[in-house]
């Protein structure tokens, strides 16, 4: 019979909150990427060199990155509700300036601004990890995290859409009206007292999350073996977008575009990832989605003539990649339960590097070593990441305790002895 002392209080995410999450996840990541598929018809109604508008396009993921270090925090110091709609308002606000430009010049500083607040999926991630029941953190993340990739795909094949009906103006003012009634959205369906339970001010939690990474030892074996497959991430999908558009394909933009399709695989994957992290530990999935996503690499580089195997291959690449990733991040938000936002800042930042490092790799790679040297570099990542995994101490969370009393986040309540 259960007393009151082992009774677990309820979670303060149900379900159509965390589907809301993971929805708003997905239409916030996905604002970093809509005109990317446009970026002809933006120079050309801009009358500036296609070269000025990647320029341009190029300020979102600098954006990004400062939004990862100076926003997401946030939301351990203040209501999720507050903050991240205010991020959504802004990021609304930037969108339909945007529409409004008149140059490349002014267009720079808008996308900045997105990139920014595109953030928003790092910072609903945070708040997933922090207010789940602590029993099912990992199955919760992964649900929210599903958006992250389904964001990216659905920024490029919506906005691209979008563009073409309604020209990348209209399109970008249909993205900003969709995060104004998430913004809205936020107020009445995210918790509006739940500060965590952080000790310190916000500049000083600024200036505390460089250090992170050198004093916590699980989060820099966390950051680097993602950053690792994270680099073999971007690569793979620079490159292969090179190599297809290259003799002895010759694809077209479009046709090229379609493959995208396959890592709509990497969306299940990560609900499945969370769940058997709850179920076996972080290490174990980390592990078996590291070994499909490095046989998959090695499969491509030679399968790439084969339409089916190479999507096959990249479905199974991008599924093992974001479980592995998903079992990784919930390692990153257990260190701190109470307040993990700080450590996801510092996580997504290397990760980014490594992001970033393999995008500008794979584009150039092909010419160097063709798409089979590529995808072997890539698998090699991957494995180096499993080999750190394998020889690291253990991935899995501790066990959850009760945040401090007059936190404002509710405990998981006392274990059975």
Same mark, same amino acid.
């Given at each position: ?12 995410? /149900? ?6 999450? /993971? ?6 990541? /996905? ?133 073409? &009906? ?78 297809? /558009? ?8 479009? &046709? ?39 046989? =998959? ?27 592995? &990733? ?59 990441? =499993? ?5 690291? &101490? ?24």
């Amino acid at each position: 019979m259960q007393t009151d002392t082992d009774a677990q209080p309820p979670p303060l995410l /149900s379900g159509p909150v965390i589907l809301f999450m /993971s929805i708003a996840a997905a239409l916030g990541t /996905s604002t970093m990427y809509p005109l990317q598929p446009a970026i002809a018809d933006v120079a050309g109604s801009l009358g500036v060199h296609i070269t000025g508008v990647g320029i341009a396009l190029a300020c979102g993921p600098v954006g990004y990155l400062v939004g990862l270090v100076v926003l997401v925090p946030l939301v351990d110091r203040f209501a999720p509700s507050r903050i991240l709609a205010a991020q959504f308002g802004v990021l609304g606000g930037a969108l339909a300036l945007g529409a409004t430009v008149g140059g490349a010049a002014a267009l720079g500083p808008v996308v900045a601004v997105v990139g920014m607040c595109s953030a928003v999926g790092a910072g609903l991630s945070s708040v997933a990890g922090r207010l789940a029941a602590p029993r099912r953190r990992a199955t919760v993340l992964g649900m929210v995290t599903a958006g992250i990739p389904a964001g990216i795909l659905v920024g490029r094949i919506v906005g691209g859409w979008l563009a073409d &009906q309604l020209g990348w103006r209209g399109m970008l003012l249909v993205f900003a009206a969709a995060c104004g009634l998430a913004a809205a959205c936020c107020l009445t369906a995210l918790p509006s007292a739940t500060a965590g339970s952080s000790g310190r001010g916000y500049l000083p939690t600024l200036r505390s999350v460089p250090g992170l990474v050198v004093r916590h030892p699980a989060l820099r074996s966390a950051a680097l073996r993602g950053a690792l497959w994270f680099f073999a991430f971007c690569a793979v999908w620079a490159g292969i977008a090179v190599a297809l /558009s290259e003799a002895p394909y010759s694809y077209s933009a479009e &046709q090229i575009g379609l493959y995208a399709l396959a890592g709509l695989a990497g969306i299940p994957a990560t609900r499945i990832a969370g769940t058997w992290t709850d179920r076996v530990g972080a290490r174990r999935v980390i592990l078996v989605g590291l070994a499909a996503a490095a046989a =998959a690499a090695v499969a491509v580089g030679f399968g790439l003539a084969s339409t089916v195997v190479t999507l096959v291959c990249l479905a199974l690449f991008d599924a093992g990649l974001f479980a592995a &990733q998903v079992a990784n991040q919930s390692t990153v938000l257990a260190i701190d339960a109470a307040a993990p936002a700080r450590f996801n800042s510092a996580y997504m930042v290397v990760y980014f590097v490594g992001g970033s490092l393999g995008t500008a790799f794979g584009a150039a790679a092909i010419s160097w070593i063709g798409w089979t040297g590529l995808a072997l570099v890539a698998a090699a990542a991957v494995a180096s990441a =499993a080999a750190a995994t394998g020889l690291s &101490q253990p991935t899995d969370p501790p066990a959850p305790q009760p945040a401090p009393p007059g936190s404002g986040a509710r405990g998981p309540g006392r274990a059975r002895p």
